[in-house]
Structures are given as C-alpha cells and as structure tokens.
C-alpha cells in the first residue's frame, strides 16, 4: 500500500469530486463521478448498492480515481489502487458526513432503506499527482 501524498490529502480533504473507474463484465471502463473521503491513507467512496461500480468491485476490485481541483482543474491527484473491503456499517451517517462537506446540510435528502448505502474502503497502489 502506498501512503497518500500531500496533494492527494489535500484534494481529497477538499470539496473536491473524484472521478471513479471500474471494469464493467466485457472489460470495458465505466466512469462515474462520487464524493470521495479518507480515513488516514485508506480512501473512502459511498454508494448506493444498486449503483453499477458497486456490482463492478464485487467481481474485480480494482479501481482507479481522478480528483481535480474545483479552484484549479490543472491540480490532480491520479490514484490506482483496489477495494479491499465493502461494508454497509457506518454508510448511511458516512453518507451525512459527505452531505455536509460537499452541499453544506447536514443530512442526505435521498436515503432510501430498499437501496441501502456502501462504503468502499479503498487502498492505494500508484498515485501520480
């Protein structure tokens, strides 16, 4: 596992968005953009279960993510890495904590109990910033 950068840090600390990568059956890439978090050098997303990223890790774990600058799109963090765990434990308060940073309330309009959250705990193998 490779320890985050300073950069990386910063812009994940930010009210910066990530662009996530997975691999879709055919090895195709799919690409969506989350809000992204970190515990120490571990990166985390949140999801809702039926999202397809989430169907995607659970076949192949490995990831890669993008996170720009809002202020400087030219600042960037590129980071390969793979999901080394899924839980649901904590994903709804975690998806609060999200609310706040990114749109500045602080409970999450859109939790709905038949789609419940996730949260991807992610560790870093490349970063390139």
Known sequence: MKQLTEQ?????DGKNFASVATLMPNG???????WVDRDGDIILINS????????????????ALTIFDQED?????????????????????????????????????????????VIMKIEPHRISD
């Open 73 to 117: 799109p030219y600042t960037r963090v590129s980071i390969r890495g793979r999901v080394i765990e899924m839980t649901k434990n904590g994903a709804e308060e975690h998806i609060d904590k999200l609310q706040l940073k990114y749109r500045g309330t602080p409970k999450y309009p859109n939790h709905n109990p038949k789609d419940p959250r």
């Open 28 to 34: 195709s890439p799919q690409v969506a953009p989350v």
């Open 48 to 63: 809702a279960e039926s999202r397809q990223r989430i169907r995607n890790l659970k076949r192949d774990p490995r990831i």
């Open 8 to 12: 990386a840090k910063k812009l994940i």
